[in-house]
């Protein structure tokens, strides 16, 4: 028997090794990801946010209920990569909410007060002991750090993913989305923004949804180039203190100075999007007239030979592409009018293909009256970032549009065969400046025939970027609140820039591919009650077996002893 003095001394030892293994613990962490594809496993530019928060992250998950499989396993999935935030930085919290639950108000109610707050519920048809029935519910998350907050959707939206790739595609955004959304509320803005002016370009208004998005990364500021003429060295050395330039649908054409400017702050090593159009085309056009006409013709904005040297040449024709968008019309008067969709040709619905982080797994682009691209041979990288679908046709310009003639009309399928056309173009590398070996249009203090690498994207529409305004404000550029549908527009538009200014470190995630594997509902469905069978009754058997062969054990072993 041992000494009550030996017992203390074994409980004292054993708990200071529990105290030292606690203590290496929390100095040596270390997570185990046993996942095939390693979702669970944080890259690097992540955990580099994520151990720069100084001060309390509060995550607000809205997706919560009694979902079916599909997304729950969304939900789950959500709670888990949070999870893995907060064993990597304790002042990561989160916590989950169903607003129906949390609010005994009509569902209905609490859908448009989400909508109103910019993050529209989506309707879910659920199908449950073979009957079908539509809930609510609300994909969004809110991350608060201070008096800061920033939305988050969950659900990656594309009309033609079936549910466990919509699931799927939204889980392969998840740290992205949860790791985009604690930089914009954790870091300082340094990079800035030009948003050139001065060429018949859109209105702030109509590009504010674009410009509240990368207000969150970046200081942007309004530039003209019309002090070029009167003093093009100060213009160009007030345009070479921004990273980036933007040039949103000009529609009128660049004079020489301006190009040279332009050309000098890309041999500089600054950055471009380019949203330009060659043909001149507004759909609001056909209902001015009452037959509904418009008139498509070449505009010429004196920038071919611009990015002809560059790589890239934008043709004067349109894309008519069978898929499409919808064009929205309204029938008969007053309480009579109804409003019906109708597809709209010139109107690309474009989904990306490509595995670049600029527009890997995002939603449908919508363009409008958008111009082919050809890509040209030099040294430079062209990556082609959007097309058109295989069921396209090139048409020339001029070219009268009536509404009467597309609407409602059967296209003629063989005219379609001219194959997928480049959108949008990425080009990165050394440039050789457009104004090597030409006369130059005035002297400036250090022209530069080649630039360092630098990188720009050519987008063949300027209406990309064009957001609704409704009551005097910008309408969202992501989501049509008369169709239901979520574009990619803007998502597009922010992995763009967030590239062209080197953020790719983050934007690389985006690559990260995820493969869930899920559970063939209908042969659930089908045969529940044969594995709720198995479920019930091999337990019972198994058990009644045991017992019996128990019983019979004993009944024999004392029948022995006996004897």
Known sequence: MKKPQQNIKSILILVVVVLAVNLLATQAFKRIDLTQNKRYTLSDPTKEIVEDIEKPILVSVYLKGDFPSHFRRLENETRYILEEFSAYNRRVKFEFFNPLEENKEDPEEIGQRFFQAGMPPQRLNVKKSGKSSESLIF???????GDKNVQIPLLKMNPEDSEEDLVNNSVQNLEYAFANAFKQLTTEKSKKVAVIKGNGELEDIQIGSFLKGIGTYYHTAPFTLDSVDVNPQKTLNQLNEYDLIVEAKPTKAFSEEKKFVLDQYLMNGGKALWLTETVAADKDSLFITSSHNMLAFPQDLNLTDFFFKYGVRLMPSLINDLHADNIILATGQGKQTQFQTYPWYYSPLVISESDHPIVHNISPVRFDFANPIDTLKNDLQKTILLKSSIATKVEGTPKEIRLNNVIGKKPDFDTYHHGPQNLAVLVEGEFTSAFQGRVKPFELADVKDKSPETKMIVISDGDVIKNEIEKGEPASLEYDPKTGKTYGNKEFLLNAVNYLLDDSGLLNI????????????????????????????????????????FNFYRKRKYKKEFL
């Open 139 to 145: 994909p969004w998350a809110i991350a608060s750090y």
């Open 510 to 549: 985006r690559s990260k591919k995820v493969d869930l594997a899920f559970l063939d509902a209908d042969k659930i469905e089908k045969e529940k009650g044969f594995w709720q069978m198995i479920n019930i009754v091999l337990p019972l058997l198994i058990l009644a077996i045991f017992g019996l062969a």
